[in-house]
């Protein structure tokens, strides 16, 4: 194992990468902005990570959290599918209400944040590229979630 790749911080969960990284000597990746009192690599908005034939390029879309990233796999030229944790579901986006912290980024700030990301980087990839969303129907990430567990963009 070479890497493990988070969305996020997660406060709703434990995603057990921390222990995986250990065991493995795995890298945990975060996305710009992150910082954590462990060991992690912060990827640099759009930086490729080879992996095998394949390739993840991390696109930093802050608004669930500062350091939300999607992951695109790519293969050769093909956008093939998009890792998108919180930052956007099935007929949904991520809350950017949670992420709110006394004295630092607003609600506001973070729903502006996300527009931005889903406008100027989701949505600019091709409609066919497959979704993966990190959360389904139910959870209260996203009040509206639809059911399923992917879809393609354009849908």
């Known amino acids: 194992m070479k890497y493990i790749f988070e969305t996020h911080f997660h406060a709703d969960f434990v995603s057990g990468h921390y222990e995986l990284s250990s065991k493995t000597g795995a890298t945990i990746v975060y996305g710009p902005t992150a910082s954590a009192d462990f060991d992690i690599h912060v990827a640099k908005d759009n930086e490729i990570f080879k992996i095998g ?3 993840l390029k991390a ?3 802050p608004g669930h959290t500062m350091e939300s ?3 695109l796999l790519l293969d050769g030229d093909r956008q093939h599918c998009l890792f998108t944790g919180d930052t956007l579901f099935l007929g949904e986006v991520g809350r950017p209400d949670l ?4 004295n630092e980024v607003t609600k506001e700030d973070l729903a502006s944040y ?3 990301s889903l ?3 989701i949505m600019k990839l091709n409609p066919n590229v497959f979704i993966y969303p990190g959360h389904g129907a139910g959870s209260p990430c996203g009040k509206k979630i639809s059911s399923g567990t992917y879809c393609m963009l354009g849908n």
């Open 99 to 102: 992420a709110v912290k006394r």
């Open 114 to 116: 996300l527009y931005d």
């Open 69 to 71: 990233s999607c992951f």
């Open 59 to 61: 696109l930093h879309t």
């Open 53 to 55: 034939n394949v390739e």
């Open 119 to 121: 406008r100027n980087k």
